[in-house]
């Protein structure tokens, strides 16, 4: 699948499949065409080469009000003068539904997002967590095929960020409807998603679970843009990859502690001029008697993945050190 808005390539030659019932992750940095691609699938946006398919239906044509798909935007787009239980039941009553089975649907997903005690109040009366909650409820009150959800979680603090995307794992667990999410959170993405699609640039970089992309990067793009990253011997690897030693021992070179940072449990050892810095715990970094100044010695924990740099001469090497 091809899109373009004049010069600019949106999505280059795309292709994805989305697993039925899974909870699917679009990640990337702004601008690489995570929100294209979501839209495109809605009917918000029309390809200009390829097609989408939903339930095996050919839907590229299609208007969005018949691709049978609920969509969740960032900034909730709740009707301000409705009530919460007017919101949620909406789609329903523009489909015509009986109002027994309405009710009866509406009181279920208000259970479910646990807002029954707040039926009667409007969008505003509500924080913003509770907002996103009632829009999720809206979109799945029609029981569409997907669930998409662009950035959901975008505009709320960090808190309540984490309190929700622990909230939708548990959810869809729950209904088990397929959903595709965007978002640039990389923590979001990982904690929340059964796969996820990295996508930069306007093409995909790679497909898998969250283990797999982590622990199996394809390259260094998505080794950096999954998890924190640094560098040894010209190779880029993970912090917690990295082995400390007070003394001399096989394949372990000479570095220097030039800075500790220590976060709750978690110490950085900054090692070097170079940028290389090392995660430990706060039991690892005691035991070591780890302090600036302190003459160490570094190498790669056996079997770690890690990746050469270009330029740096190791890209000959093997991707797992030895």
């Known amino acids: ?77 709740a009707f301000a003068q409705l009530s919460v239980y007017r919101n949620v039941a909406f789609g329903l009553e523009i489909r015509k539904r009986p109002k027994a089975e309405i009710r ?25 967590g509770q907002r996103q909650r009632m829009a999720l409820a809206r979109a799945l009150a029609v029981e569409p095929k997907v669930l998409l959800l662009d950035e959901p979680f975008g505009a709320l603090d960090a808190k309540v960020r984490k309190e929700l995307r622990d909230w939708l794992r548990r959810l869809h667990d729950e ?14 993405a990982l904690e929340v998603s059964d796969e996820i699609v990295v996508i930069d640039d306007g093409r995909i970089e790679q497909i898998g679970s969250p283990d797999e992309l982590y622990d199996k990067p394809a390259n260094l793009f998505v ?12 190779r880029q690897l993970r912090p917690h990859d990295i082995e ?28 070097g001029e170079n940028g290389t810095w090392a995660q430990l715990n706060r039991g690892q970094s005691e035991a070591l008697n780890l302090r600036a100044g302190a003459e160490v010695w570094v190498r790669p924990v056996p079997g770690a993945t890690s990746l050469p740099i270009p330029g740096s001469g190791t890209e000959d090497a093997s991707c797992q050190s030895a």
């Not at 697993?19 to 995570?34: E, I, N, V």
């Not at 080794?223 to 010209?234: E, K, Q, R």
């Not at 400390?244 to 090692?271: M, S």
């Open 1 to 77: 699948m091809g899109k373009r808005f004049g010069d600019f390539v949106a999505l280059d030659d795309v292709s994805v499949t989305v697993r039925s019932g899974a909870l699917t992750a679009l990640l990337g940095p702004s601008g690489g065409g995570k929100s294209t691609l979501l839209r495109i699938i809605a009917g918000l946006e029309t390809p200009d080469t390829g097609v989408i398919e939903i339930d095996g239906v050919d839907a590229t044509r299609l208007k969005p009000r018949h691709r049978d798909v609920g969509f969740v935007f960032q900034h909730y787009a």
């Open 104 to 128: 009866r649907r509406v009181q279920e997903l208000l259970e479910l997002v646990h807002l029954e005690k707040f039926a009667d109040r409007l969008p505003a009366q509500l924080s913003g």
């Open 175 to 188: 209904v088990h409807v397929t959903t595709v999410f965007v978002t640039h959170d990389q923590e979001e």
């Open 223 to 234: 080794m950096s843009f999954l998890g924190p990253v640094t560098t040894l011997g010209g």
């Open 244 to 271: 400390i030693f007070a003394d001399p021992v096989p394949e372990a070179v000479p570095a220097k502690v030039t800075r500790l940072q220590r976060v709750g449990f978690e110490v950085r050892a900054e090692l």
